[in-house]
């Protein structure tokens, strides 16, 4: 996979790079990066995909294994599994005539560090009323 393609929201951590969501706001860049892997997940098939991938039993399972589980062609079910791969969610590696797929923990890792209030913290008020946009 090409450095370019993937979507890195730290280097060393979740502290280091990104703050929570409610302890500061997202700058530009933080914030267009984040959405590359929101959108990723953004396709009920890939999040299907990426849910089967994360709860296999050994952590990795071959494409042969997902295709059966949808309606869809194999090479549609392939351009999702590189859309995930691009967000940095998943790695794959070919053997032989077959590509196993795998979780990067790292970046989902990185999405339960952003989307966590931290311990202690309580939620912000909402001031406005229940459908007031403000």
Do not use: N
Request: glycine share 8%; proline share 7%; charged share 20%.
């Amino acid at each position: 996979m090409s450095k370019q393609a993937l979507v890195v929201l730290g280097e060393d951590g979740v502290d280091e790079c990104c703050p929570g969501l409610l302890t500061a706001p997202l700058d530009e860049a933080q914030s267009v990066e984040l959405a590359k892997v929101f959108k990723a997940l953004g396709d009920p098939v890939r999040l299907r995909l990426l849910s089967m991938i994360a709860s296999r039993a050994g952590g990795e399972v071959c494409v042969c294994d997902l295709t059966p589980a949808f309606d869809l062609s194999q090479p549609t079910i392939s351009h999702h599994l590189k859309l995930l791969r691009q967000a940095g969610l998943i790695d794959c590696e070919r053997r032989g005539t077959w590509v196993y797929y795998w979780l990067l923990p790292e970046m989902t890792d990185r999405l339960s560090g952003i989307l966590t209030r931290p311990a202690g913290q309580p939620l912000p008020e909402h001031t406005g009323t229940p459908g007031d946009a403000s």
